[in-house]
């Protein structure tokens, strides 16, 4: 179980700030970033290393707005593992290995018991679109690093490159601990979207280690159907 998903939550993912290097103090001012999508669907690969596994697999990710996310999540040789919806009031996982279904409210601890990953709905669908989760207003520029600008606001960080894309993103806890650190490369045009086709994710409190790569991203107006899904009428629920 706790192999299963310390998998399945590194695919959400994805994001994260290393060792800063030739600091220089900066003054503040407005935080510019490119524009990005209302709606995204994307498939994409994962290679996960950790103390218990080394594994890779894929996933479809789609994400509508602000508060609505479906993945569809498969293992080695294609085989489906689980799927996760999450909008702004509700939160289910189907872990299809166990006939298991995760349901409560899409709060970072709730999503944590499925994922090992403390982080909220909403933050997941943010930073996928490489955006943080926190308003950039509430951000203050702290200095001038080789890689970009930093900015800080209590504890998160991000760094910005000189062309406005967030290039990092770390979280740390109230005891100064590193949660989530995420580095985003190989950023790509899709449309008229300049995205990350590469992220690598780095959770210190699994020690565990993900590779995401983009195969395919698009924006859609919308989407036809909802993202709800059909679980199992066998399949056991457990209330968070």
């Known amino acids: 179980m706790k192999s299963f998903n310390i998998f ?20 503040n001012s407005k935080i510019n970033m490119q524009e990005r999508p209302d709606n995204i669907t994307a498939k994409m690969s994962i290679s996960i290393q950790s103390e218990e596994m080394n594994i890779g697999g894929n996933a479809l990710v789609m994400i509508a707005g602000e508060d609505s996310l479906f993945m569809n999540i498969f293992g080695p040789f294609g085989i489906n593992v689980g799927k996760l919806y999450a909008d702004k009031d509700n939160f289910y996982f189907y872990n299809a290995m166990e006939g298991t279904v995760l349901k409560g409210e899409p709060t970072a601890e709730n999503i944590r018991k499925a994922t090992f990953l ?13 955006i943080p989760p926190t308003d950039l207003n509430d951000f203050t ?3 001038k690093i080789e890689s970009g600008t930093l ?19 770390q979280r740390k806890d109230e005891g100064n601990v590193m949660e989530l650190n995420i580095t985003y490369s190989d950023f790509n045009q899709y449309e008229k979207y300049s995205m990350p086709s590469s992220f690598e994710i780095n959770a210190p409190v699994a020690k ?9 991203m698009s924006f859609p107006k919308g989407f036809a159907k909802e993202f709800k899904f059909a679980v199992p009428k066998n399949a056991r629920v457990i209330e968070l």
């Open 151 to 169: 900015y800080q606001h209590n504890n998160e960080f991000m760094v910005i490159n000189n062309i406005a894309q967030m290039v990092q993103y």
């Open 8 to 27: 399945l939550a590194f695919i959400f993912v994805s994001l994260m700030l290393g060792a800063c290097s030739s600091v220089q103090e900066a003054n």
């Open 118 to 130: 403390n982080i909220s709905a909403v933050e997941i669908i943010n930073l996928f679109k490489n």
């Open 208 to 216: 565990s280690k993900v590779s995401v790569s983009i195969k395919e």
């Open 141 to 143: 520029e702290k200095a």
